[in-house]
């Protein structure tokens, strides 16, 4: 089922007009038309052929608004300035003389062949009664708000009251049938689980550069916002961003996904005009449970996401707790500014531009400093800048300063508490970032990555077992954490090799993938494979666990005096920049073992215990470190591994 399937779309001489979609097209080219121009042409359209007053004409585009006649002939004439003429010469659109406009030309409608969507659609909207055409001799007429389609002229104009009043009776029965399956609860889905919902980034119509940013951030906000209901997975932003400005085919994207619903939209902004489309679609029943249009002034697009996830809410027939009411109140933007700074900052990050995304996050709370989200994001943004970029300390500290505000400001915060803890766990807090983790799974226990931060956390601590659980608990509510998240390290640490190569992404071109499957096969003893994994790891993306792999691939070559230069030279950027980041600094004490550089292995293993990942049973068992057992210090920091190892379990389980 294609998403043009279930819009309506009109076609006239050379156009096409697509009402949902909101464009018209001449021979494959896009036409553009402000706001105003396009719902004043659309009513003429959908006029059927008949004159419509300038007053029902104001009204309709203008609703409960009061304008002067001049607007809507300057509409008018910015439609006849995109149309042009007809074949004979005359204009699309008609003035009739003290009554009104006409559009003049013959139209045909076409409307998507899917029954269940469209019979859902009908419920929602006005009716729709098909009858016999032809095409060619003029436009249908119109009955209160039952249209004869598509547009043209009925054929047998002579058809009986009775079959009229048959074929009433049939669409009435079709509706009520629809609405009471309607009315019945939304199942969740196949035995009772929650169900499973990706928000698409919202089409730019307009395909302005400067309003482009609403596609991505507009989602991602809805996103967040549904993230603290239980009864609903939502996929994350990294899912879907790569469907940005894209045509879609729903059914692909479900299976893509693993999900049973979506919300697609679109938006066009015209100056300080601008309208939102949205629409909720149940890809198990092929139904579109909600679909809404949303006009407003710019300045009020902060509105937008807390109106869609109440859509959605309703649209689900979702029961949310008090808790859960009380959280989606939390978090709303309050000045127009700082929103849209917020929202750029969003779309900046999603394309990995971190530092451009810390600056539109630093002016959002400049204007707003309660804006407790956006100090959130601003946090985030300084973690991937220190995570990524080979950032320092003092990324980490502006990040959990800004972790600390959001929290100040909204101590519930889930984003701000999983990414917070995310930090902390490279930081050597990693007994501060469990509690973090586990606060957010009492408020929803079906947050997918909050399980595998936890998983993350605990294969720190060696708690290799309780580890596995989560991340495949993770996986279980949500297939995607393996394609977007690190890998179940867990799996290596305790020595099941194949089973952690049969949980890795099957992505040659993601180099964390390659450099992880690499570090498999060298345990495997499969040293050629693995040389050629961490040499094209380090190929895709020159940073620092790929570094870390070139030298494992000079170690397999016997290249000794390259890989320790390598290595050094890693530890002298790591020192400028002030990188703690204890799990790399380990497999620098691999790197180096593997090289015959006993001091430099066992100093970098002590940074590394010391700098918090204690994983015991790991260290003790690591056989890329066989090189250094003898050493009377790697005992000592055996010693201190333990006793975290311990404390740690004792204090959690």
Not at 222 to 233: D, E, H, Q
Not at 361 to 366: A, E, I, L, N, Y
Request: negative net charge; aromatic residues 10%; hydrophobic residues 40%.
């Amino acid at each position: 089922m294609k998403s043009e399937e279930i819009k309506r779309v009109y076609e006239f001489g050379p156009f096409r007009i697509d009402g949902e979609d909101r464009t018209l097209w001449r021979a494959g080219e896009q036409i553009p038309l402000t706001i105003k121009a396009f719902d004043t042409l659309l009513v003429l359209i959908e006029g059927a052929g008949r004159v419509i007053a300038k007053e029902e004409l104001m009204e309709k585009v203008w609703p409960g608004s009061f304008v002067e006649e001049n607007n809507l002939a300057q509409q008018i004439s910015a439609i006849r300035k995109a149309l042009g003429e007809t074949e004979s010469g005359a204009p699309y659109v008609e003035t009739i003389p003290k009554r009104g406009y006409r559009f003049s030309a013959a139209t045909r409608a076409i409307y998507g062949e899917t029954a269940g969507l469209v019979i859902k659609e009908q419920i929602r909207g006005r009716l729709v009664v098909e009858e016999e055409i032809d095409d060619t001799t003029g436009p249908a007429k119109t009955v209160g708000e039952k249209k004869l389609l598509p547009l043209g002229q009925v054929r047998n104009r002579k058809r009986s009251a009775i079959a009229v009043i048959i074929a009433a009776m049939v669409v009435g029965l079709a509706v009520l049938a629809v609405f009471i399956y309607v009315k019945r609860p939304l199942k969740p889905g196949p035995s009772n689980q929650p169900r499973a919902l990706a928000i698409l980034p919202f089409r730019n119509l307009k395909q302005d550069p400067d309003s482009d940013f609403l596609g991505i951030s507009l989602a991602d906000a809805i996103i967040t916002k549904l993230g603290y209901v239980s009864t609903v997975i939502v996929r994350p932003s990294s899912y879907v961003e790569k469907y940005r400005n894209r045509e879609i085919d729903p059914q692909k994207i479900a299976t893509d996904l693993n999900v049973n619903t979506l919300l697609t939209g679109s938006f066009i902004r015209d100056g300080d005009e601008l309208r939102v489309n949205a629409q909720l679609v149940d890809l198990e029943s092929n139904q579109i449970l909600w679909r809404n249009s949303m006009d407003m002034k710019y300045e009020k697009v902060l509105t937008v996401e807390d109106r869609v996830a109440h859509e959605v809410i309703d649209g689900l027939s979702l029961q949310l707790s008090p808790l859960e009411n009380q959280h989606l109140a939390l978090d709303a933007p309050r000045d127009p500014m700082a929103y849209e700074y917020y929202l750029r900052g969003i779309d900046l990050y999603s394309r990995n531009e971190f530092g451009l995304a810390i600056e539109m996050f630093r002016k959002s709370v400049g204007i707003d400093p309660s804006y407790a989200l956006a100090w959130a994001h601003l946090g985030t943004a300084y973690t991937a800048t220190a995570a990524f970029r080979f950032g320092g300390k003092e990324d980490y500290q502006h990040a959990l300063a800004a972790y600390r505000q959001a929290l100040q400001l909204n101590p519930q915060q889930m984003e701000a508490r999983i990414f917070m803890a995310n930090m902390l766990i490279d930081t050597n807090e990693i007994v501060r970032a469990v509690p973090l983790l586990r606060d957010v799974l009492n408020t929803n226990p079906n947050y997918a990555l909050a399980h595998w931060e936890l998983g993350y956390a605990y294969r720190f601590a060696g708690v290799l077992d309780e580890s596995i659980r989560e991340c495949e608990r993770a996986r279980a509510l949500d297939p995607q954490v393996k394609l977007h998240s690190s890998a179940l390290n867990s799996y290596l640490y305790r020595g099941q090799y194949d089973q952690f190569l049969n949980s890795l992404p099957r992505d040659d071109n993601v180099a964390f993938v390659v450099f992880y499957r690499g570090l498999a096969r060298l345990y495997l003893k499969d040293e050629a494979s693995a040389a050629t994994d961490f040499d094209h790891a380090y190929e895709l993306d020159p940073s620092l666990y790929t570094e870390i792999g070139k030298a494992f691939s000079h170690a397999i070559r016997h290249e000794n005096s390259k890989g320790l230069e390598l290595l050094q030279a890693i530890e002298i950027k790591m020192k400028q920049r002030g990188v703690t980041e204890a799990e790399a600094m380990y497999k620098l004490a691999q790197a180096y073992a593997l090289l015959n550089d006993k001091p430099a292995a066992v100093r970098m293993l002590d940074q590394s215990v010391k700098g918090g990942f204690f994983c015991y049973p790991y260290l003790k068992d690591d056989p890329l470190l066989a090189g250094v057992r003898d050493d009377p210090q790697y005992l000592q920091i055996l010693e201190s591994a333990r006793r975290s190892h311990e404390d740690f379990t004792r204090a959690f389980f």
